[in-house]
């Protein structure tokens, strides 16, 4: 009779046991990996949104400082008889050669655009400096590959002098 009892008594073998470890490492590993997407993927849109957000304000200072910098009284009645508009013309992307009957690049310097934007530059450049580019030190000095961080911004604006009678519209451009 003590035979009879010890069959009947219910348990779990060791290849269930086994069974049940490896499910539940399974499922602690596939949780845990879901967990890593997710962190991850927040911590990018917070990071993004963090980028929005300082955009935002770099672009609210810009347009503050243009409107200080461009504040303009009305001038009354034209009595020096200028012209009405700006005869300056905007020199943007390619210029045509009437000589060469051909269009021709516009150096960067030369470009007339309204906004440029010039990816991985700051500070120091030979033209900038007024300087030819043999000058390797300042090159070295100031173009390291942590000075190529940021953009170079170059924003042109004309304006109109009512005082200089000799060239009363005049085009200006910030860097």
């Known amino acids: 009779m003590n035979k009879n009892k010890i069959k009947n008594i219910a348990g779990l073998t ?4 086994m069974i049940g470890i490896i499910i539940t490492s399974i499922m602690m590993a596939a ?28 672009i609210e200072m810009i347009m503050r400082d243009v409107r200080m910098a461009g504040f303009k ?26 000589e060469s009957e051909e269009y021709e ?25 007024g300087t030819d580019d043999t000058d390797t030190d300042a090159k070295t000095k100031w173009n390291t590959e942590k000075d190529l961080c940021c953009d170079k911004i170059h924003i042109v604006y ?3 002098d009512q005082h200089d009678d000799a060239q009363p519209y005049k085009r200006y451009k910030i860097t």
Not at 38 to 58: C, W
Not at 74 to 96: A, C, M, Q, V, W
Not at 107 to 115: N, T
């Open 14 to 17: 060791l290849i269930e046991i």
């Open 31 to 58: 949780m845990y990996t879901t967990y890593s997407v997710v962190n991850k993927t927040y911590t990018q849109v917070t990071s993004r949104a963090q980028i929005s957000r300082s955009g935002r304000d770099i």
């Open 73 to 98: 009284y009305f001038l009354g009645i034209n009595e020096k008889d200028h012209p009405t508009r700006s005869p300056l013309e905007f020199n943007t992307g390619k210029k045509y050669n009437e």
């Open 105 to 129: 690049n516009i150096l960067l310097e030369d470009s007339h655009d309204p906004l440029i934007i010039i990816k991985d530059e700051l500070g120091y450049t030979a033209s900038d400096a």
């Open 158 to 160: 004309d304006d109109y």
